[in-house]
């Protein structure tokens, strides 16, 4: 079983960066596939990007390919996600995910364990 607690959010202006980490327990964790997710108010819960166990294999949502990056360490248990450029439709709650599947997925229904989440707010 793994627990994810997400962190790093917060309240930036159009244009800047923040950094969202992902703290994991448990001892099988190099072996998720692990994804960021988001959900905008009034909106349903989207894919944003997937990093597969080893870290070689990545899927990035469309809407931020080119500004986002996901990283791993799995001798620290942690997934990272840079994002630059934001952008004012990028408010949202983001939430961490672990999913036991080999490859990056992207649907919701194929991750398992899920952090609460951590608000991104982009200010115009």
């Known amino acids: 079983q793994v627990q994810v607690v997400e962190s790093g959010g917060g309240l930036v202006q159009a244009g800047g960066s923040l950094r969202l980490s992902c703290a994991a327990s448990?001892?099988?964790?190099?072996?998720?596939?692990m994804g960021w997710f988001r959900q905008a108010p009034g909106k349903e819960r989207e894919f944003v990007v997937g990093i597969n166990w080893s870290g070689d294999s990545i899927n990035y949502a469309d809407s931020v390919k080119g500004r986002f990056t996901i990283s791993r360490d799995n001798a620290e248990n942690t997934v990272t996600l840079q994002m630059n450029s934001l952008k004012p439709e990028d408010t949202a709650v983001y939430y961490c995910?672990?999913?036991?599947?080999?490859?990056?997925?992207?649907?919701?229904?194929?991750?398992?364990?899920w952090g609460q989440g951590t608000q991104v707010t982009v200010s115009s």
């Open positions: 995910a672990a999913s036991k599947a080999a490859t990056v997925v992207l649907y919701q229904w194929e991750y398992t364990y």
């Open positions: 448990g001892r099988t964790f190099a072996s998720y596939t």
